[in-house]
């Protein structure tokens, strides 16, 4: 099922930040980790931003898999980037979530961004009442443990790591490697922006918009995408260089605050290390659906037969045997 224009303009109710923020994010932070194994004083304080950072689940273990996973035998993994809209005096809701599945072994990386307004069945153990609304509400009603138990219902695959990042970050991190430069094809205003066309520097909330427009880009959201993945290898390329590195503290206090995850530190270092050629081959899996308003609210909905397709693609990434996915069809149209 394809969706139509006019479902994209009615399921936008609110302002929608880049999705793609969790991946610079969390790359630049890698990138920084391994930096920091060469010197002490730098090691130390990596060390003391990711404990800030460190946020264990409950679990010990997803129930969808047979034993945890060893970095040391090179075992495919899967890790849950969430970005958050939370204000004060608000639980917030997932702005966006990407499940990235990594296998050194295959040397490839699969990436499947699942839409905020996904219809779908909420997934919490402490709780007997079945709750079928947005997926994005999840973590509302049950923080990030009940996001990652409807993720794995969803897609029928144990997520073994979650990295949680504030959205209002995007632009902070931009201005703490130092801005980035690029070259504007499209001369537009957004949101009290103004950008012209051609080469300049753009600042974190410049750069923000710069990623966000569609509109008046002939391309429509092909062009969107476009100057996302320019923003993603501006970011990480300047996260790169003896310049950015030498500004560690201020991208480290700019993480530590916006970011939590399960993930320790020697987690980290071991997946530099040992999931670096994953990196090589990135590909990004569609989710297929519709939107249909149901009871006065706007859903983006899925089929079964969509996830199945999609959860036997990440299940063979993961190294695991096909199986069949929960049914959600009958909540679809209630």
């Not at 129930?63 to 639980?91: M, T």
């Not at 307004?117 to 994005?136: G, M, Y």
């Not at 499209?186 to 949101?191: G, N, P, R, S």
Request: hydrophobic share 35%; aromatic share 8%; net charge positive.
């Amino acid at each position: 099922m394809n969706r139509t224009r006019s479902n994209l303009k009615q399921g936008k109710r609110k302002r929608r930040k880049v999705r793609w923020l969790r991946v610079s994010m969390f790359l630049l932070f890698i990138l920084l980790v391994a930096g920091g194994s060469y010197a002490y004083s730098v090691y130390h304080n990596v060390a003391l931003a990711v404990s800030k950072m460190t946020s264990p689940l409950t679990r010990e273990l997803s129930a969808k898999r047979e034993k945890q996973v060893e970095f040391n035998h090179s075992d495919p993994i899967s890790i849950l980037l969430v970005g958050v809209d939370e204000r004060k005096g608000d639980s917030g809701r997932t702005d966006s979530m990407i499940v990235a599945t990594i296998n050194p072994k295959t040397k490839s990386t699969k990436l499947v961004s699942i839409p905020r307004d996904t219809r779908t069945l909420l997934i919490n153990s402490n709780s007997t009442k079945k709750r079928v609304t947005k997926i994005n509400a999840a973590y509302a009603y049950g923080g990030i443990e009940e996001t990652i138990d409807t993720v794995e219902n969803f897609l029928d695959i144990p997520i073994d790591y979650y990295v949680k990042v504030n959205m209002e970050s995007f632009k902070d991190i931009v201005d703490a490697v130092g801005g980035i430069d690029v070259n504007n094809k499209y001369a537009f205003e957004l949101d009290g922006v103004s950008l012209k066309t051609g080469k300049q520097h753009l600042d974190g909330i410049q750069a923000l918009e710069y990623a966000r427009m569609r509109h008046q880009d002939p391309l429509g959201d092909f062009g969107r995408q476009q100057r996302q993945r320019e923003v993603i290898s501006k970011i990480i390329a300047k996260g790169k260089s003896f310049s950015t590195i030498t500004k560690y503290n201020d991208i480290l206090n700019t993480l530590e605050k916006n970011i939590k995850t399960n993930l320790t530190l020697d987690d980290m270092i071991g997946i530099q290390s040992t999931y670096k050629p994953a990196a090589e081959k990135m590909v990004s899996i569609q989710v297929d659906g519709e939107g249909k308003t149901i009871n006065g609210i706007w859903y983006y909905l899925v089929d079964d037969a969509t996830r199945q397709k999609i959860s036997d693609q990440l299940r063979e990434q993961l190294g695991l045997a096909k199986d069949t996915v929960s049914n959600l069809d009958q909540y679809s149209y209630e």
